[in-house]
T-cell receptor, first 112, second 116 residues
Framework: GESVGLHLPTLSVQEGDNSIINCAYS??????FIWYKQESGKGPQFIID?????DKRQGQRVTVLLNKTVKHLSLQIAATQPGDSAVYFC???????????FGQGTRLTINP | ETGVTQSPTHLIKTRGQQVTLRCSSQ?????VSWYQQALGQGPQFIFQ???????GRGNFPPRFSGLQFPNYSSELNVNALELDDSALYLC???????????????FGSGTQLSVL
């Protein structure tokens, strides 16, 4: 079956706090990882990606960490805002493959 | 907005019918992929089209078929609809051929298909 999974299905944080969304993968041949944000009624929106030769990558208010030893990926969102409320998916790409393998997703809720 | 457009946005069909979903890729993108997203699940890869040919397929039966046109737009056809085909169907476009990792994938908003 598909190998990418998430530890928690839901996560609630206070506005302004930092949030961390985790993801586990099982395929050692995966060499590219992406985080997507999906709002209600919309398709997945690219947030940030990371290649397997890196262990950290930063974007605007987001950081992705990759631990290949334990096959773990995380997305950190700093100073969360109401607009960050969405379902977040991690996805992996096996080297040379044409497809993304998605996890089940984590619903992030920002409390005022 | 990604520039990937899908039509229709919603569709209701009955079991056994056939359906065609359409996708226009983002300008400059020549590769189109289709994904099925069941409620509460992550998207599942159906297939990818490049240069009007299927270029990779997921674990979906032959009644799921597709086309890509010279302008890079694409269609997803599903025959003999089953209740379990009810899902959000997502189209995504990218540039280039072959494996992802060199080019990002941009998704449309999807077609919500309900099979009764």
């Amino acid at each position: 079956g598909e190998s990418v999974g998430l530890h928690l299905p839901t996560l609630s944080v206070q506005e302004g706090d930092n949030s961390i969304i985790n993801c586990a993968y099982s395929n050692s041949a995966s060499d590219y990882f992406i985080w997507y944000k999906q709002e209600s009624g919309k398709g997945p929106q690219f947030i940030i990606d990371i290649r397997s030769n890196m262990d950290k990558r930063q974007g605007q208010r987001v950081t992705v960490l990759l631990n290949k030893t334990v096959k773990h990926l995380s997305l950190q969102i700093a100073a969360t805002q109401p607009g960050d409320s969405a379902v977040y998916f991690c996805a992996e790409v096996i080297q040379g493959a044409q497809k993304l393998v998605f996890g089940q997703g984590t619903r992030l809720t920002i409390n005022p | 907005e990604t520039g990937v457009t899908q039509s229709p946005t919603h569709l209701i069909k009955t079991r056994g019918q056939q359906v065609t979903l359409r996708c226009s890729s983002q300008s400059g993108h020549n590769t189109v992929s289709w994904y099925q997203q069941a409620l509460g699940q992550g998207p599942q890869f159906i297939f990818q089209y490049y240069r009007e040919e299927e270029n990779g397929r997921g674990n979906f039966p032959p009644r799921f078929s597709g086309l890509q046109f010279p302008n890079y737009s694409s269609e997803l056809n599903v025959n003999a609809l089953e209740l379990d085909d009810s899902a959000l169907y997502l189209c995504a476009s990218s540039r280039g051929q072959g494996g992802l990792g060199n080019e990002k994938l941009f998704f449309g908003s999807g077609t919500q298909l309900s099979v009764l």
